[in-house]
């Protein structure tokens, strides 16, 4: 069985940074893409960043092209997420998801971990 646990998250001032990381169990996780969500208060989940199963590419939500980045260590089985210039409005709980099927193209995500609350103060 697929477990994904997010760590990482906590408190931080405007422009500040965290790294978020996604350690998975029950399979590796080279061969799979990878991707962030996160769900502010009172709105929905929403796309925050993938990387492919080969961590040749990855792609990210608009609001946070240049500040956060994606990364796997498949020798460690994890996934990080560094997010630099942390802004208020990336206040959210973080999701880490991953597909069922290796090789995918990183657009079905069949399991979720249970998320990592960051919060960025003004």
């Known amino acids: 069985q697929v477990q994904l646990v997010e760590s990482g998250g906590g408190l931080v001032q405007a422009g500040g940074s965290l790294r978020l990381s996604c350690a998975a169990s029950g399979r590796t996780v080279s061969n799979y893409a990878m991707a962030w969500f996160r769900q502010a208060p009172g709105k929905e989940r929403e796309f925050v960043a993938r990387?492919?199963?080969?961590?040749?590419?990855?792609y990210y939500v608009d609001s946070v092209k240049g500040r956060f980045t994606i990364s796997r260590d498949n020798a460690k089985n994890t996934v990080y997420l560094q997010m630099n210039s942390l802004k208020p409005e990336d206040t959210a709980d973080y999701f880490c998801?991953?597909?069922?099927?290796?090789?995918?193209?990183?657009?079905?995500?069949?399991?979720w971990g249970q998320g990592t609350q960051v919060t960025v103060s003004s």
């Open positions: 990387i492919s199963w080969s961590g040749s590419s990855t």
């Open positions: 998801a991953t597909e069922k099927n290796p090789y995918g193209s990183g657009s079905q995500w069949d399991y």
